[in-house]
Nanobody, 120 residues
Framework: QVQLAESGGGLVQPGGSLRLSCAAS????????MGWYRQAPGKQRELVAV???????NYGDSVKGRFTISRDNAKNTVYLQMNSLKPEDTAVYSC??????????????WGQGTQVTVSS
């Protein structure tokens, strides 16, 4: 089994910054991709950012230029630096990992989600 533990959400004023972390643990052989998705009330879940082995990244259009995803491979941890936050960034942010486990089975895993609220 693989577990994802997220941290770093909270309340921030417009224009402020937050940094989210997601640490993967368990029966991990290799992680091929890690990323962040978000879901606001009444809206569908959307891609925020994903980082794929080899270093390529993909960002949602609404966060390009403001958010940066990075990863510490040694710690199986992915970070999301969020700058210039806007009220429309308010959502539950969830981490997702594409994992090849030690029994050589591929699966997707999700974290429990962390609330980000941007409000004055």
């Amino acid at each position: 089994q693989v577990q994802l533990a997220e941290s770093g959400g909270g309340l921030v004023q417009p224009g402020g910054s937050l940094r989210l972390s997601c640490a993967a643990s368990g029966s991990i052989f290799r992680i091929s991709a890690m990323g962040w998705y978000r879901q606001a009330p009444g809206k569908q879940r959307e891609l925020v950012a994903v980082l794929i082995n080899g270093g390529s990244t993909n960002y949602g259009d609404s966060v390009k230029g403001r958010f940066t995803i990075s990863r510490d491979n040694a710690k199986n941890t992915v970070y999301l630096q969020m700058n210039s936050l806007k009220p429309e960034d308010t959502a539950v942010y969830s981490c997702k990992a594409e994992v090849l486990s030690t029994d050589l089975k591929k699966a997707s895993y999700w974290g429990q989600g962390t609330q980000v609220t941007v409000s004055s």
